[in-house]
Nanobody, 115 residues
Framework: QVQLVESGGGLVQAGGSLRLSCAPSGSTFSMNVIDWYRQAPGKQREWVAGDRSGGSTNYEDSVKGRFTISRDNAKNTVYLQMNSLKPEDTAVYYC?????????WGQGTQVTVSS
């Protein structure tokens, strides 16, 4: 069964950094289209950033200049580097991709930023 596996969340102080990872398990398909979302307690899931392999990378305004998507094609892994973290970045972060007409979501990883 194909799944997206995320890792890298944790507890960090404001101003700190974390790097989230997302990779498919059970398959070697390339994540040509990748999006990161987050869901804070009591709030709806919101889009954070997206990357289209060979295309554009876009970020939600509140994370521009602080978050960066990168890829390691040899490891078939996508990363979300998060710098200058703020307490309002606290949320469960999810990666999502589409392959062969199906959506795949990661299980989510908790990011907690203390003030």
């Amino acid at each position: 069964q194909v799944q997206l596996v995320e890792s890298g969340g944790g507890l960090v102080q404001a101003g700190g950094s974390l790097r989230l990872s997302c990779a498919p398990s059970g398959s070697t398909f390339s994540m040509n289209v990748i999006d990161w979302y987050r869901q804070a307690p009591g709030k709806q899931r919101e889009w954070v950033a997206g990357d289209r392999s060979g295309g554009s990378t876009n970020y939600e305004d509140s994370v521009k200049g602080r978050f960066t998507i990168s890829r390691d094609n040899a490891k078939n892994t996508v990363y979300l580097q998060m710098n200058s973290l703020k307490p309002e970045d606290t949320a469960v972060y999810y990666c999502k991709t589409i392959y062969a007409g199906r959506l795949y979501w990661g299980q989510g990883t908790q990011v907690t930023v203390s003030s």
